[in-house]
């Protein structure tokens, strides 16, 4: 990554910025103390990496407009989010549905 894009990108932020990575944080205390978010996946962790995967896609978009970013981005938020327990939830949900 080149110095100038990083200063130039550095200089564009505003104080919507930390607030929107606090949300972020926010939402994913919200996930771990509901016992979604993986094991061993900090709150901050995950909201650092969110925007960082979200980012990257969306610069590959503007060089391929054929590119889908969202199935990708789907599979990233799996990748952070305990699935077995939503499973099991969404089982028991089914279950009692019926």
Known sequence: M???WVRQQRAGRTPGHQRGRTQ??????????RG?????VSPESAAALFP???NGLQLQ????????IIGPLNDFVRLL????DRDDRDDREDREDQ
């Open 61 to 68: 978009w503007v060089l391929d407009q054929d590119l889908d």
């Open 81 to 84: 989010l305990d699935q077995s």
């Open 24 to 33: 972020f944080a926010d939402g994913f205390l919200d996930e771990a103390a």
């Open 52 to 54: 960082a995967v979200l």
């Open 36 to 40: 979604r978010l993986r094991e061993g």
């Open 2 to 4: 080149s110095a100038p």
